[in-house]
């Protein structure tokens, strides 16, 4: 069922996503910073929120007449303030809620990413808490309206020792002290949801809290020409000796409430909490079955801290040697934090195939795959590839399915994902003439399941990041392709134009090498070692 769910709306993203990538290209589109766009949202609205309130009269009386002075006097100004604060927080809805469904669909929620979604779920609340505040505060017919449908509808939990809805019985009920309390609310509201946005990140490292700058100045202006174009206006004065029979609301964010008017209370109470129940036990229905954690083998880590720095979700720590080494730190894994994307051992500098094969453990491996059984994979994979255009493929499992890569003349592995290939790797494929080439597939750039993967694979061939492909490797024998899942036309054409390249290019010779060579697979004369 859940399976059933997440393939149906995996298709239905798969569309958007795709026809985004053709208008922006796969680096801004905006899908891939789902999260990030949620903390711009916000930026906005704190800016424009902080605008405002100088100007704002907490008062019955003032609150009205102060918006309506922003709105039409200062309309260049505070009335632009205004429509950003309104926009940008429906903006804000618009994108957590694709930002949770996306995250659903991709299946990136259960396990150990169970801590991001119960945290995203909590941050519903707050987020909606913020917004439905903040129209109380015009205190025009609609926050009259909300004021009225939610204090009834608070009343109906058994917390509160008097009821609220009295408040708003009549023009002389409602008060300034109280008018003042609801503008503290939406003040502190907010910060409780910048903190929580905080806690929701702190498993993740280096988090992605800023969309790239091409897509938040987009993003600005279509809130700018929305603004200009359709400015947010108050809907007529409140008036608590009247009842409000009509008026606009706004969908994003007050949808619920029509339900509260139709339905009884205790029906919308139970619904929501239901609801809330539901998405905070959903990592759990069903349990979904990890892949064993990242294992540090202390007798060959030096400490180096390379795992630390490139373990996405924060799961290797650096603590002070505990076995007598003479180094000063040593890698250790939380494995309640660890999804088994091996990029740490794409980092770890020990975890080289040139070692001998009996010493071939590295300072951190994967149990389900080892960087021994990558090396026998790779000699495997290579074994009956002919001619002068052999390929090792190595893809991710969030990238193009390799099974279709069956041609004569490839050999594919699959990782869990591209980055937890060591770059000694594709010096080792080429150097010992196992194929002629090496092509790495992987997940779109900008969408790496494994969130950094793509990233730190780019970084390592460039040579900006540790471990990084040695110069020694012709670069026109390495080629990368960074593609969807279901773009496995995309990669066989690449691998083939790839080939075509390698053909022209012929056998690979090392500078002043005379073939035949006979390599010893054993040992080789680069020394890689502990320390
Ligand atoms: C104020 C609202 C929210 C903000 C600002 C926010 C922001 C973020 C950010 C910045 C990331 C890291 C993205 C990255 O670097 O890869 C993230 C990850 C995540 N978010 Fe949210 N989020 C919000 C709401 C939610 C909600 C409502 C849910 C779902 C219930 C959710 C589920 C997740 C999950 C599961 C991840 C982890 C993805 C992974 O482990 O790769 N978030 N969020
Ligand atoms: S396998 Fe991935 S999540 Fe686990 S420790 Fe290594 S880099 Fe971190
Ligand atoms: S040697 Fe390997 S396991 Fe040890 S700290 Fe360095 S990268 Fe991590």
Redesign the pocket.
């Known amino acids: 069922m859940v399976a059933t769910l997440q393939h149906a709306g995996r298709r239905v993203f798969s569309l958007f996503e795709d026809a985004f990538d053709a208008a922006f290209g796969p680096r801004l589109n905006p899908f891939y910073h789902l999260?990030?766009l949620?903390?711009f949202f916000?930026w906005v609205v704190l800016a424009s929120g902080v605008y405002l309130y100088i100007f704002f009269e907490t008062s019955i009386d003032g609150a009205y007449r102060s918006v309506e002075s922003l709105t039409h006097i200062q309309w260049y100004a505070g009335g632009i303030a205004r429509s950003l604060h309104r926009y940008a927080s429906d903006a804000?809805v618009i994108v957590?809620l694709l930002?949770?469904l996306r995250?659903f669909t991709l299946d990136?929620?259960r396990g150990v990413?169970w801590y991001?979604?119960v945290t995203?779920?909590l941050?519903?609340w707050l987020?909606y808490a913020s917004g439905i505040g903040g129209y109380w505060l015009v205190w025009d017919r609609l926050a009259q309206y909300i004021a009225v449908v939610t204090s009834e509808w608070l009343d109906w939990l058994p917390l509160f020792g008097q009821s609220i809805a009295r408040n708003f019985l009549n023009s002389t009920t409602v008060n300034d002290r109280f008018f003042s309390l609801l503008s503290f609310i939406h003040v502190s509201v907010p910060l409780f949801?910048l903190l929580?946005?905080w806690i929701?990140?702190l498993r993740?490292s280096?988090?992605?809290?800023n969309p790239p700058r091409p897509l938040a100045l987009g993003a600005l202006l279509a809130l700018a020409a929305l603004a200009l174009a359709r400015p947010a206006l108050s809907q007529g004065p409140a008036n608590l000796d009247t009842v409000v029979s009509v008026v606009s609301l706004d969908w994003f964010y007050l949808a619920a409430y029509p339900l509260i008017d139709i339905w009884s209370r205790g029906a919308v109470w139970a619904v929501l909490a239901g609801g809330t129940l539901l998405?905070l036990l959903l990592p759990w229905l069903p349990r979904r079955r990890e892949q064993p954690a990242a294992v540090v083998d202390l007798s060959n880590c030096n400490g180096c801290g390379r795992c630390f720095a490139d373990c996405p979700?924060s799961a290797v720590v650096l603590r002070p040697r505990s076995d007598g080494l003479p180094f000063e730190a040593e890698a250790v894994v939380d494995a309640s934090l660890c999804t088994a994307c091996g990029i740490c051992v794409g980092a770890c500098p020990t975890a080289t195939p040139f070692r001998r094969l009996a010493e071939l453990i590295p300072g951190i491996d994967m149990p389900r795959l080892t960087v021994r059984a990558l090396r026998n994979s790779t000699a495997a994979a290579a074994a009956p590839l002919t001619g002068t255009d052999r390929v090792i493929v190595y893809g991710c499992q969030g990238g193009p399915d390799l099974a279709r890569l069956n041609a004569a003349g490839v050999g594919a592995i699959a990782l869990p994902c591209v980055a937890a290939l060591p770059p000694s790797f594709i010096d080792f494929v080429i150097s010992r003439r196992h194929a002629d080439g090496v092509l790495l597939a992987g997940c779109k750039a900008g969408d790496c399941y494994q969130?950094l993967g793509v990233e730190w694979t780019e970084q390592r061939l460039q040579g900006r990041r540790d471990p990084y492909l040695r110069a020694r490797v012709p670069r026109e024998r390495v080629a990368t392709c960074w593609a969807g899942p279901r773009d496995a036309t995309g990669l066989a054409r690449e691998v083939a134009a790839f080939r075509a390249r390698l053909r022209e290019l012929g056998p690979y010779r090392r500078d002043g090498e005379t073939p035949p060579q006979s390599p010893n697979p054993e040992v080789d004369d680069v020394a890689y070692r502990v320390g």
Do not use: D, K, P, Q
């Not at 280096?206 to 809290?209: D, K, L, N, P, V």
């Open positions: 999260g990030a949620s903390f916000f804000m957590v930002h949770l995250e990136r929620y990413r991001a979604w995203g779920v941050l519903l987020l949801l929580g946005s929701h990140i993740i280096r988090a992605r809290t998405l979700y969130r």
